[in-house]
């Protein structure tokens, strides 16, 4: 699974949310490597400061937009400040997502599901919308959805996560189902636990049992590795992935196996 055209992207623009840190960040630079233009949000404008001038220095045109993607104004002036710049959107990779530290289901606060939703979920769901109401205009463009293996099977103790992320599953194919005629493919990557700036934030808040059994949950016995997850991301943003639409490819080390 390896992009064999260096000049892929050349003249594309690809837009990422949550893309300071982690998978995001990675695939940004992967994509601008290959020639893209990175429209980039995030809410840690700190964070994406040194991620933008890591773009710029691959000379890649870019955009910073601070959104916080559960409010809907603030994602519909992302997208209209990504097409005033560019023109035109090709790919929109929905990678925004809040942790959830491991609780029984019945000692989680509702507070903590709320924001799994509002994030997690009701912000796929406006970038969805954004996204397809350009791509429909443009004729054409590509959504990938950052679902999780939490989404395709069972989650205890992280069952609010696990909800947000079965939901965008389903989203993620009946989506692509409904627009497949308008040439507009819709896909989701399902990774397992990665070694993201996010999965360091919910291991720190577990003891060391707690903390061995996520790493061994893989039988590679260890985390993924954002790169790997990149380059799944930037082959399914590809047009040599061309016949691949409404899918949930996953990236867990075998554990789903």
Known sequence: MQVLNTQAFVGKTVLITGGAGGIGAQTALSLANLGANIVLSDIDDNAAAIIIDALNKTGAKTLYVHTDVSDVDQVNHLFTRAIEEFGRIDVVLNNAGVEYTPTPTHLTADDVFMKNIDINLKGVWYCVKAALNIMLTQKGGQII?????????????????????????????????????????????????????????????????????????????????????????????????????????????????
Request: proline share 4%; with cysteine; aromatic share 4%.
């Open 145 to 257: 959805n950052v679902a999780s293996v939490a989404g395709l099977r069972s989650a205890p103790m992280i069952s609010g996560y696990s909800a947000t992320k079965h939901a965008v599953v389903g989203l993620t194919k009946s989506v692509a189902v409904e627009y497949a005629r308008a040439n507009i493919r819709v896909n989701a990557i399902c990774p397992s636990f990665i070694d993201t700036p996010m999965v360091q934030r919910t291991l720190a808040n577990m003891d060391e049992r707690g903390q061995k059994s996520i790493i061994g949950a893989s039988p590679m016995k260890r985390l993924g590795n954002p790169q790997e997850i990149a380059n799944a991301i930037v082959w399914l943003a590809s047009d040599e992935s061309s016949f691949m639409n409404g899918h949930c490819l996953t990236l867990d080390g075998g554990m789903l196996a």
